[in-house]
């Protein structure tokens, strides 16, 4: 993908398996990264890894064409973020993908996957490619169940004595 993918206008709800208003995946609205990053920055992965708040907004405030930001909207609130990196090694990255605590378990997250994964593959694309903290359980399992398979483990990445687990979804 050379240019961001436009975002989804609007999902069906039934795709998230809740049922409750409308879903919507966009850009992240101005001050979101400020009320977000001390949000993120208090759960895992990030609390455990040390992430400062600061860090954390100041990734999601960032603008970069092949690195977008998307806010997934549950009624009009911002109910999880992701960051993508385009065009890495034949896909994109998920760079970050945090679901608001009292929004986990609706699948946004799935759908937010199978959305990159099709608009991915739209393109031409033969990847999406993750990592996530090998002491991060059920984030591994939350990837195997969106079908990514382990391609590696990187030793103290991001934090002495944890490895970061990559991995990939073949499209």
Same mark, same amino acid.
């Given at each position: 993908m050379s240019q961001p993918p436009p975002p989804v206008e609007r999902y069906d709800t039934e795709l998230f398996g809740g049922g409750r208003g409308e879903v919507s995946l966009r850009a992240l609205p101005p001050g979101e990264p400020q009320r977000l990053g001390p949000v993120f920055a208090g759960i895992d992965p990030w609390a455990r890894l040390g992430y400062p708040a600061e860090a954390i907004s100041g990734y999601l405030g960032t603008l970069e064409k092949s690195a /977008? !930001? +998307?806010?997934?909207? #549950?009624? =009009?609130?911002?109910?999880?973020?992701?960051? #993508?990196? @385009?065009?890495? @090694? !034949?896909? /994109? +990255?998920?760079?970050? @993908?945090?679901?608001? /605590?009292? +929004?986990?378990?609706?699948?946004? =997250?799935s759908a937010f996957l199978a959305w990159l994964a099709h608009e991915a593959k739209r393109h031409g694309e033969h990847n999406v490619w993750v990592l996530a903290s090998n002491f991060n359980a059920g984030a591994l399992r939350f990837y195997a169940a969106n079908g990514f398979e382990k391609t590696g483990e990187i030793a103290d990445l991001v934090a002495s004595g944890t490895s970061e687990v990559l991995m990939r979804r073949r499209l």
């Open positions: /977008p !930001r +998307y806010a997934i909207m #549950v009624g =009009g609130e911002v109910a999880a973020v992701a960051g #993508v990196r @385009l065009n890495w @090694l !034949r896909g /994109p +990255y998920v760079q970050f @993908l945090g679901v608001l /605590p009292s +929004y986990q378990k609706r699948k946004l =997250g």
